[in-house]
């Protein structure tokens, strides 16, 4: 069985705070996929990052970093000096190349606010 | 990069009536499409994968003959809520995969249900 776990169901920052969002995932299989997506306001779903289970290599894109730690289970995502523009439902979410399915297991999101 | 095309974005229809949601790829073939379903402020439950040619398979708790999904060619799936009630209200969104099993979900826009 196959699961995400994002423990901070809110988060408020003020403007210009770094901020960390927890992802801490569940599988047996050794090969696997961590994604994680950004859901505005307005409902779409915005692709940000993709990590195979054999690349522990962190990454950073602008103001966005990811950690991926395997020995921990954990995918999380940091966002620094956060914006207004920022603030969506955040999720992670976990696909395992087992079942030879493309479906994602998505965590329950976060909520970030970011205050002006 | 791979778009999908979800229509209609809001729909209100009255208690008995059904609605009829389409998911298009725009640039690519998808032969497997996923329809997800989102309560307000919780995460997407995956509600069906749909399938090219072949009857959809329908996660634990899904009604099929409710959601009605017919995958009608290689670029298209719907999703048709038949005898609609209020308790369907809710933002219905599909996905398809852009590639490997490597490659992220691409997700429509999402439809917005709101039944009176």
Known sequence: AQKVTQAQTEISVVEKEDVTLDCVYETRDTTYYLFWYKQPPSGELVFLIRRNSFDEQNEISGRYSWNFQKSTSSFNFTITASQVVDSAVYFCALRSSGAGSYQLTFGKGTKLSVIP | ?116
């Open chain 2, 1 to 116: 990069g791979a778009v999908v095309s979800q229509h209609p974005s809001r729909v209100i229809c009255k208690s008995g009536t059904s609605v009829k949601i389409e998911c298009r790829s725009l640039d690519f073939q998808a032969t497997t499409m996923f329809w997800y379903r989102q309560f307000p402020k919780q995460s997407l439950m995956l509600m069906a994968t749909s399938n090219e040619g072949s009857k959809a398979t329908y996660e634990q708790g899904v009604e099929k003959d409710k959601f009605l999904i017919n995958h009608a060619s290689l670029t298209l799936s719907t999703l048709t809520v038949t005898s609609a009630h209020p308790e369907d209200s809710s933002f219905y969104i599909c996905s398809a995969p852009g590639g490997g099993l490597n490659s992220p979900l691409h997700f429509g826009n999402g439809t917005r249900l709101t039944v009176t």
